[in-house]
């Protein structure tokens, strides 16, 4: 964990950058034009990534909440609060990106298409969670609670690819790519992995600083 | 050239919204990392072991 912790505060801010910037030079830069949909597919190249580490965000959830139920680790607890928090950011930027992406592409900014419908409600499934854990307190028995919804909260995922079968809906599948796109969103998922790995650590950073707080406050009320 | 306000605005969404997740996260460290500063202080006046 030391070792980690080095990397993650003197390695992973430069790393991110580094690769933020190839990822930023490959999209304006390197990648041609796709054929159909002209200049704004680009956005792509930011939009996936944010779906996998909202997947990423969501699925360490799940595994984070089960360690916990299973055997009441409060690292676990942690993991799983400072998951949720940073997949509900990316899940903000895919929101954003693809209702941008769709007003020029669809017409309209916003559509119940099965994919689209199936993010917004695992984004309101976490909104959830976070919302729990914010407002209710940090009981044992919340933190319970809130790990049973981010383990079901998971499911919307495998769902949301069984809809997209079911119902057929008009968001475009990724098939076969040139090799300059690939090698893009190569590069723009390596920096978006950065991002998220960043973002996670500094946010279990602050949580592992609130129960020092708490930590703390005992022992002086303890002293008293 | 057609489009190319939506892909600024896209990206300058995708910036705005890492670079305030961001600074949150720095200024809850912050606020954090005083409070736990104070109460050590506190602690070592009261001549409490941490």
Redesign the interface.
């Known amino acids: 964990m030391k070792r980690f912790a080095s990397f993650a505060d003197n390695v992973l801010p430069w790393l991110t950058l580094a690769t933020m910037i190839a990822a930023l030079a490959m999209v304006f830069l390197y990648v041609p034009n796709e054929r159909v949909q002209?200049?704004?597919q680009?956005?792509f190249y930011?939009?996936l990534p944010?779906a996998w580490n909202t997947f990423l965000g969501f699925f360490i959830v799940a595994g984070a909440s089960a360690s916990y139920l299973w055997q009441g680790s409060r690292f676990a607890d942690l993991l799983a609060q400072a998951a949720a928090e940073v997949g509900m950011?990316f899940c903000?930027?895919v929101l954003?990106?693809g209702s941008?992406?769709a007003?020029?592409i669809w017409g309209v900014w916003w559509t119940w298409d099965p994919r689209l419908t199936m993010v917004v409600v695992l984004w309101t499934i976490y909104a959830a969670y976070l919302l729990l854990r914010h407002l209710a307190g940090d009981t044992e028995q919340i933190a319970r609670y809130a790990a049973v919804l981010g383990i079901v909260g998971v499911l919307d995922i495998p769902l949301l690819h069984i809809a997209v079968r079911l119902w057929r809906g008009i968001h475009p599948k990724v098939d076969k790519m040139a090799p300059e796109m690939m090698w893009t969103l190569l590069v723009c998922t390596a920096a978006f992995l950065c991002?998220f790995t960043w973002?996670l650590w500094?946010?279990l950073?602050?949580l592992s600083?609130?129960e020092?707080?708490v930590a703390?406050?005992r022992?002086?009320l303890a002293?008293t | 050239m057609e489009h190319i306000t939506y892909l600024f605005a896209a990206f300058l969404a995708v910036w705005i919204i890492i670079f305030f997740y961001l600074l949150s996260l720095s200024r809850r460290h912050r606020d954090l990392a005083n409070e736990v500063e104070a109460l050590r202080q506190m602690m070592e006046q009261k001549g409490t072991p941490h």
């Open positions: 002209g200049l704004v680009r956005i930011f939009h944010s950011v903000t930027i954003v990106t941008i992406w007003r020029p991002l973002m500094l946010r950073r602050n600083l609130r020092e707080i703390l406050r022992q002086a002293t």
